[in-house]
């Protein structure tokens, strides 16, 4: 069973930055997609960022320019890099990883890391 470890999270203020960090290990294939999605309080999980093997990337519309997703296959490690974060932001973020190929599309999750974005 594939396992995904989040770090990074953590208490900022607006306009600052965080970078999350998720390892997949154990996962006996070859991961396609790797991303990161997240749910704020009362609110539905949305896609924040997706990197498919191919390197083409995705974005939520209210994260373009601010966030980057990177990713180190020889790791197996994907990165958001986000900046110039706002409270809207706040929200349990996941990582995840796909294997089906050339698509945006998951299959396991992490846990979670809680990101807050003060005022």
């Known amino acids: 069973q594939v396992q995904l470890v989040e770090s990074g999270g953590g208490l900022v203020q607006a306009g600052g930055s965080l970078r999350l960090s998720c390892v997949a290990s154990?996962?006996?294939?070859?991961?396609?997609?790797m991303g990161w999605y997240r749910r704020a309080p009362g609110k539905q999980r949305e896609l924040v960022a997706s990197i498919i093997s191919d390197g083409s990337t995705v974005y939520l519309d209210a994260v373009k320019g601010r966030f980057t997703i990177s990713r180190d296959n020889a790791k197996n490690t994907v990165y958001l890099q986000m900046n110039s974060l706002k409270p809207e932001d706040t929200a349990v973020y996941y990582c995840g990883v796909g294997r089906t190929k050339g698509v945006h599309w998951y299959d396991y999750w992490g846990p979670g890391t809680q990101v807050t974005v003060s005022s």
């Open positions: 154990r996962s006996g294939f070859n991961i396609a997609a």
